[in-house]
């Protein structure tokens, strides 16, 4: 099978993938972190489990990047620290700030990570380094600017509404809190508002419908998880602010 029809079969795999996702989420909540509840199979520790689960969209990426024919161009080499400015955060420095020493993950939520990375990591790496062609050019182009600026937006909001919920935790009070300040002011999930516009502005910036695959499983995966997320606070809080949303301020 040629190359370029397999990768677009997998590209739309993963738009399939976010459609069973999105509408599974709306039954199940995905049981880690606040929602684990146990019954859920064979456990690991949470950290051991997030370094694991995200490690492909790393290394495996990065090994795909380097086999592709435009590897040393500069529009790859743009994106690929783009998506690595995410991902070596998310894998092998944000476990390490989780206080999570006693906590557990389900195998079956690493194993459907491990899966959904690996795909995810030969479509969009494949693309950028190999199947797709930009010309240096792109690098001014209107869409790769409002994408990189979108993406370099979302990761500040995403880090630094983690931030937040660390801090909280590090106080070492017991238990979950209300998170307040900057966008928690407005929504009860800014780190996920801002994971999203990460990958709003990927698609944007790469224009491909392998960006767009990515940018709709994500918001497949974390919008039920924001309203799960937001249902809880509401239960667990009597004081919980009535005028905060879920994800989008002012609306969802």
């Known amino acids: 099978m040629n190359e370029a029809v397999l990768h677009r079969?997998?590209?739309?795999?993963?738009?399939?993938?976010?459609?069973l996702t999105f509408v599974g989420l709306h039954f199940i909540v995905?049981?880690?972190?606040?929602?684990?509840?146990?019954?859920?199979?064979?456990?690991?520790?949470?950290?051991?489990?997030?370094?694991?689960?995200?490690?492909?969209?790393?290394l495996l990426f990065g090994s795909i990047f380097a086999l592709g024919q435009h590897r040393t161009e500069w529009v790859p080499l743009a994106l690929l620290g783009l998506w690595m400015l995410?991902?070596?955060?998310?894998?092998?420095?944000?476990?390490?700030?989780?206080?999570?020493?006693?906590?557990?993950?389900?195998?079956?939520?690493?194993?459907?990570?491990?899966?959904?990375?690996?795909?995810?990591?030969?479509?969009?790496?494949?693309?950028?380094?190999?199947?797709?062609?930009?010309?240096?050019?792109?690098l001014l182009d209107p869409r790769f600017v409002l994408g990189a600026l979108l993406f370099l937006l979302g990761k500040w909001v995403n880090i630094t509404s983690d931030t937040t919920l660390l801090r909280l935790r590090a106080?070492?009070?017991?238990?979950?809190?209300i998170p307040?300040?900057?966008?928690?002011?407005?929504?009860?999930?800014?780190?996920?508002?801002?994971?999203?516009?990460?990958?709003?502005?990927?698609?944007?910036?790469?224009?491909?419908?392998?960006?767009?695959?990515?940018?709709?499983?994500?918001a497949a995966n974390l919008v039920p998880r924001a309203l799960s997320h937001h249902r809880w606070y509401r239960e667990t809080f009597a004081d919980y602010p009535s005028q905060r949303r879920a994800l989008i301020p002012f609306w969802l």
């Open 9 to 19: 079969a997998l590209t739309v795999a993963v738009l399939v993938l976010g459609g």
């Open 86 to 138: 995410h991902y070596v955060h998310r894998t092998f420095i944000y476990p390490f700030q989780l206080k999570a020493d006693r906590k557990r993950t389900p195998w079956l939520i690493v194993s459907l990570a491990l899966i959904f990375n690996t795909l995810n990591a030969y479509v969009n790496a494949r693309w950028i380094s190999h199947l797709g062609t930009y010309s240096n050019a792109w």
């Open 171 to 177: 106080r070492g009070e017991g238990g979950y809190q």
């Open 30 to 58: 995905a049981p880690y972190g606040r929602h684990y509840t146990g019954g859920w199979g064979p456990t690991l520790r949470t950290r051991t489990a997030w370094i694991l689960m995200e490690s492909p969209a790393v």
């Open 180 to 218: 307040q300040g900057g966008l928690y002011r407005l929504v009860s999930c800014p780190n996920y508002l801002g994971e999203i516009m990460e990958w709003v502005g990927w698609a944007i910036a790469t224009w491909s419908l392998a960006g767009v695959s990515f940018a709709l499983y994500t």
